[in-house]
Nanobody, 123 residues
């Protein structure tokens, strides 16, 4: 299984980026998906997730109201729209496929990971 994440880059504070993650395996559309991020020197952390059918989403407080996760099952793609970006959002962002129909907040609850895409927010 391959997860291809894209859309990272350099943006000024207050700007927006849109990350995408595409799965090579259509059978995984019945699983939840999540986005994590890892800043230099820090552990990988969950930021948002979505259930297999898109009906349930989960956000950590630090991104709630600024980030939006969505999925297009027909295209095997999950998208993360990030608005009002701040320097503290700088990190490598990873998409992952949950072991369950819904998303989860712990790294060990995910079975496949994308390669990561770097987001840098300048002040």
């Amino acid at each position: 299984v391959q997860l291809q994440a894209s859309g990272g880059g350099l943006v000024q504070a207050g700007g927006s980026l849109r990350l995408s993650c595409t799965s090579s395996d259509r059978s995984l559309r019945t699983y939840g998906m999540g986005w994590f991020r890892q800043a230099p020197g820090k552990e990988r952390e969950f930021i948002t997730g979505i259930s297999w059918d898109g009906s349930i989403t989960d956000y950590v407080d630090s991104v709630k109201g600024r980030f939006t996760i969505s999925r297009d099952s027909a295209k095997n793609t999950v998208t993360l729209q990030m608005n009002s970006l701040q320097p503290e959002d700088t990190a490598v962002y990873y998409c992952a496929i949950s072991k369950f129909p819904q998303s989860a907040r712990e790294v060990f609850e995910y079975m496949y990971w994308g390669q990561g895409t770097l987001v840098t927010v300048s002040s």
